[in-house]
Structures are given as structure tokens and as C-alpha cells.
């Protein structure tokens, strides 16, 4: 193609950005960005692109817009150039949740222009342009969302887009996406969360220097609950019915676990912890993970 | 030294084989192992120890005896040795936790000998002599174990021992040691099990496949929930009190965290979602995790 807009360039819009022009894939590149130091960040980065600047002449152009901005920050965004898009431009987003916030979108969205949504399932614990990677999305899914109203030109575009950034492709409705995500990736980030804080509190209770001993099984989720808060923030807020349905679960099976302790049921306990055990094995065999103890950190 | 008898010839056990071996910390080793699976392991990978045979000449001339089996095996290996340990012996254990254990056991022990107890915070979701390491316990903490009845000379010789093997020291006792790594370990094992266990149901309730998409958060959880099952069930009940009460606290937390998403309060969230960004940058800080993305492992 010859002009891709990527707005917000952060850790993800940046990976597109370094993938993209590595590959080839845009002549040219355009990037909006609000924040000033992600742009002088970019500028001594040396990513090659442009600050889009005259939205009226270089919108209408755009053969790709892909949205990889803060989920609150898409009416913004979209306000500012809304007047300028056409049908023709795929308008795509990268966003981790979908039911909510497209149906929001797509009611301010400009009449007859299409906008088809993507989730690439990458990311970590950083934010911002310079953790940017070409690899990021290499051999990760991207789950492109179809619904009846989905232009197939743009969904068709979209596939071949991604693949050449290096994803596998799967199809869903935006819910099937935030059934399952829910419990794959927003109740780990919130229960992650959620231990950091329970550990924060309770050293503060007992007065006890407790950190320092983090090897043990903290560390692994004060990573993941090291992740951006906007973002997360966003996630959990559009996504709220499926997640507070999933805590709810989560809290229903560990006070069945705090049961089989109390009662010292052997049995029963042994038992769930087998066939968590069988989950890993899937998840290596699926390639999700690295097949190494203690993912090779050491 | 010249004797150490190490029972129980797993991923700790045959770590610390590996470790005394490399660093010439004993002259002779011997191991006390029950699984016949692990001895054929033992001498397939050419470890040099003696298996012992005989209790009776060989227990009483051992310098330090170390027990790294599950602590639901430790009254049944000690039976075996107890009428021939003496007290100028060092003997000593790697468990996981420690008050109820220790009373259990010295109950048991025979009058007049000493156990003085150590954990090393070091391991990982593999199990079985193959994975060990003679690096695992390098810069890792130990905890040892003192008490008013504690023998200042076998303190002494432990604290030196695991600074051969590649320890730093800490000194608790054993209430301190139980409440703090119910924290920092036990409760962080517990979620992971349940998180996986809830992804499991859900998966099975709405029949869709998840376990493919994990990469979002899951993978990490599955790792931790892939660790020995009879160690931690043995590990949950013997701190059962302190694990509890961190369940109820955990809990506590979900629920408030619950609230705020439900009623949308992005002040608090935000706050919370801060606070415990600070804490990876601690434990970064503290050298108890690798700085690097995602673990460095993409």
C-alpha cells in the first residue's frame, strides 16, 4: 500500500510502525500522536515516519488507519479525522476489548465508512515507543472480528495485512472475543493486580519486609501487574459484564479451594492440581509459551 | 566436611548434590531416596553419590543431613535414621514452611539431637533429579530458622554451608517465615491453580477453546500451576492458618476491586493499578526478577 496512518505510538503502534516499514508493507508511513515526549522519543528513535499534520489533504489518502491508542482515547482520535475518512480507507483498531466500544464507535463514525476491528495478542509489561519491536507480532494470533456488517474487501485487506506482519489469523464476533478473553487475559491481569495489592496491604499490616522474598511466586505476577493502567483501566471498565461474571467464578472455585484446605482434603486437591498441570502442556504443545523451566529467566 | 546424606534426590535434592559436588563442599555424598524411578534417573545422569545402605555404620558418622523431600515424607524418612543420628550432626531440611512441621517432627526426634531448619528460596514448575541445577541456588536467600532452642554451632555450620552453595542469609523464626512467604509463594501458587481451574471451567461451560489464546496473561499463571502437586498440597496444609487468612484478605481485595469496575471509579482503579507498578520496580531493583520485557523470554 501506499499510506498506512497509525494513531498513538506507543509500545504497539510503534511495533506496527518498526514492522511495517521493515517489511516494506507501507511507502509511506504517517503516525498522530498527542503526547510530546512519545514524539521527540520517536524523533531520536529515528522511526521512519511522519507526524501527520494536514489532516484535510492527507486523511482522504489513507489506504490503512489503525487505531493503537488507549480504548477511552478512540472518540478523540476519531473526532479529529472523522470528517476526512472515506470508504475506501480499512479503518482498523487493535484494542482488547470489542462489544462495547465498537458499538460506541460506530455510531460517532462518519456514514458510509467502514471500520473493521483486529486484536493482535501481543504486548508486556512496558509501555511506550522505545520497547517498540519488529518481532513482536511474529507467530502470534491476530483475531479479526467479522460481524454482518463487515465489508469483506477491508476483512480480506486486513488478513493479508497482518499476516505480513507476521500473525496467525483467527475469526470471531466481537463476543466470542470478550467471552474469551476475559478469562485468558483480563481476569490474569486484575488477579495479578489484585495479589501485588493483598501483598502491599499485608506488609503494611504485619510491618514486614516481605518484597525482598518475591522469588518465590510474587514476582512472576508483579510483572503482568506492572502493565499500563490506562489501558487496563479501559479494558476492565468495556469489558465489565464479562469480567465481573468471571471474578465471580474465580471467587466460587477459591473458596471451594480454601474448603479442601481447611478440611485437609487431600483428595480433592491433589486432583485439581493434576489437571492444572496438563494446562501448561497444552500451552506449550500450542506454542503459547517457552518450553523451558521458569520460562529460561535464569 | 567429609559426610552429608541428602534425603530425597529431587529438583532440590539432586540441586544441592550437583551443587556440594561442583564446590568440593563434602568429600563423600550420600542420598536416601525412595522412588526406584529417581535412582535409575540418579545413575543415568552419572551423579556422584553413594546410595545408603547401611543406616546403622554410615548415619552416625554423617556431618550434616539434609532433607529435601515433601514434608509429607519427612516422619517416614526420619524413622528410618532417627535411633542412629547423634547430636554433633548438623541435620536440616529445605521445606516450604515450617512452625507446624517443625513441632510435628520434634515431637518425633530423638532426645538430645538437633534439627536446625533452612529454606532456600529457589525451584521451579519441574520436578525430577534431570532438573537439576547446580546454579539454582546462586544469589538466592535462605532463610534459616532460629529458635530458642536452636544450636548456635549447627547455625553456624548451615549458615556457612549455604553460603558455599551460593546463599545469602536471612534469619527468621518460624511464625515470621510462615507469614511471609504465605504471601510472597504460598498464595501466589494457590491463585495460579485457581486461575487456570476457572479458565478450565469457563472453557468447558461455554465450550469454546481459550487455552490457545493465553498468551495474554494466562501462560504465566499455567507455569506456576504446574508445579508439584503432592509438594504443595503438603505446603497448603501445613500453613493452612496463614494461608487462610491471605485467601480472606485476597478476597477482600477482588471484591473492592470488583466495585470500583463496576461502578466505574477510574480514581481508585488508577491508584491501585499504580501502586503495584512500584513494586515490580522493586523487586527489579532488589535483583529478584531479570529487567527485562516479558522475562526476556520472546
Known sequence: MNRILIIGCGLIGSSVLRTVYKKKISRKIFILEKSKNNISKIKRLNLKCQVLKDFK??????????????????????KKINKFLNKKTVITDVGSTKNLIL?????????????????????????GPEFGDSNLFKNKWCVLIKEKSSNKKHLKKLNQ????????????????????????????????????????????????????????????????????????????????????????????????????????NSNKIIKKLIITKKVR????????????PDFGRN
Open 281 to 292: 502442556k497444552k500451552i506449550i504443545q500450542l506454542k503459547q509459551d517457552v518450553n523451558l
Open 161 to 264: 495485512f497482518w499476516k505480513r506482519i507476521g500473525c496467525k489469523i483467527v475469526i470471531m464476533n466481537t463476543k466470542q472475543h470478550d467471552h474469551i478473553f476475559a478469562i485468558t487475559s483480563h481476569l490474569p491481569h486484575l488477579i495479578a493486580y489484585n495479589i501485588v495489592k493483598t501483598a502491599l496491604d499485608f506488609e503494611k499490616k504485619r510491618k514486614l519486609n516481605l518484597i525482598k522474598f518475591s522469588a518465590g511466586g510474587l514476582r512472576d505476577f508483579s510483572r503482568i501487574a506492572a502493565s499500563n493502567e490506562i489501558m487496563w483501566r479501559d479494558i476492565f471498565f468495556s469489558n465489565q459484564k464479562n469480567i465481573i461474571l468471571a471474578i465471580n467464578l474465580f471467587i466460587k472455585n477459591l473458596k471451594a479451594l480454601k474448603r479442601d484446605i481447611s478440611i485437609k
Open 57 to 78: 489533504n492527507e486523511v482522504p489518502k489513507m489506504d490503512m488507519i489503525i487505531f493503537c491508542t488507549h480504548l477511552s482515547n478512540y472518540e478523540q482520535a476519531l
Open 103 to 127: 458499538k460506541k464507535i460506530k455510531k460517532k463514525l462518519k456514514k458510509g465508512v467502514f471500520w473493521t476491528s483486529s486484536h493482535p495478542i501481543a504486548g508486556s509489561e512496558v509501555s
